[in-house]
């Protein structure tokens, strides 16, 4: 009998040993090199008093090491087909100073570095937003989420018809600062009434409201404890590639270290290269304390 309880324990061993390398297996794969290219990241307001950003890299794979910025190239910005400007950018990192674009505009940028493709990307400027009403409310509690000394931004607009708008909100604080000298100001970005949603970045889509007078709500989760003098509102509409880039990266963030979801694969409009080149553009609302 021990025998035989001996000889069964060493038979439930080895099938469970067995079932190990059933369960669990290495399996080594072989990828294809990422072909060799360039991405390009070019994010633009307008107006704005400030310079409008872009980044040249090396394009790689997604989990390869970090791009390296390239050293040269050359930045060509048409408007309306007319050649706007021309910038040198070293070091991979440029900005474009003293460039504007109206609603209904048309702007083009070609991208040249030396031993490629030129790279080429457009865009139209989005429209200004038409503003009815702005309601602000200064440290209240929203149910929501369960916090307080919130501010709340309810903006009332009249949403264009007949195509998709996507929108976007940030404000800017004014402080006085007394004898201390000029005011200051920051700016913050509000945070959307939709992004309880799992999916959503700090973005909104009209599909529910297109066409139609609509309130929509911002939020700011009580970034300043002083009260400031103003507040500047900016409602900014972005284009649909601005809108499809921001949501992919949202999604991606999510499905990060998730072995359940879906590869996300983020959305670019760059052609003959990597990347994505939108517009916005920022109307603006002075709310008085």
């Not at 038979?11 to 294809?32: Q, R, V």
């Not at 706007?84 to 070293?90: D, G, L, R, S, V």
């Not at 602000?136 to 501010?151: A, N, P, S």
């Amino acid at each position: 009998m021990k025998k035989s309880l001996i000889a069964c324990l060493a038979l439930i061993g080895m099938i469970f040993s067995s079932c190990e390398d059933f369960f669990y297996k290495t399996i080594d794969i072989e990828s294809e090199d990422f072909p060799p290219g360039i991405a390009l990241s070019a994010i633009w307001k307008f107006p704005t008093n400030d310079d409008n950003p872009l980044i040249v890299s090396e394009a790689l794979a997604v989990l390869d090491r970090a791009p390296k910025l390239i050293p040269k190239s050359t930045l060509t910005i048409y408007k309306n087909d007319a050649l706007a400007q021309e910038i040198e950018i070293t070091d991979g990192l440029g900005s474009v100073k003293s460039f504007s674009a109206d609603p209904g505009e048309r702007v083009r940028i070609t991208l040249e570095v030396p031993g490629y493709q030129k790279l080429e990307a457009e865009q139209t400027v989005p429209d200004s937003t038409r503003i009815l009403d702005v309601k602000f409310t200064r440290d209240t509690t929203v149910k929501l989420f369960g916090l307080e000394d919130i501010d709340l931004f309810e903006v009332r607009i009249q949403d264009d018809p007949g195509r998709p708008n996507y929108y976007r909100a940030q404000a800017r604080y004014i402080f006085d600062r007394g004898a201390a000298g000029l005011d200051t100001s920051h700016f913050i970005a509000l945070t959307p009434e939709f992004a309880n949603r799992e999916n959503q970045s700090d973005l909104i889509s009209d599909e529910i409201f297109n066409g139609r007078e609509f309130v929509l709500t911002f939020y700011d989760f009580g970034t300043f404890s002083t009260d400031p003098k103003y507040v500047f509102l900016e409602l900014i509409q972005v284009t649909r590639d601005y809108y499809l880039n921001r949501e992919s990266q949202a999604l991606s963030e999510i499905a990060n270290g998730n072995p359940f979801a879906e590869p996300v694969i983020l959305h670019q409009n760059v052609r003959q290269g990597q990347g994505i080149f939108a517009l916005s553009y920022a109307t603006e609302w002075l709310i008085l304390r």
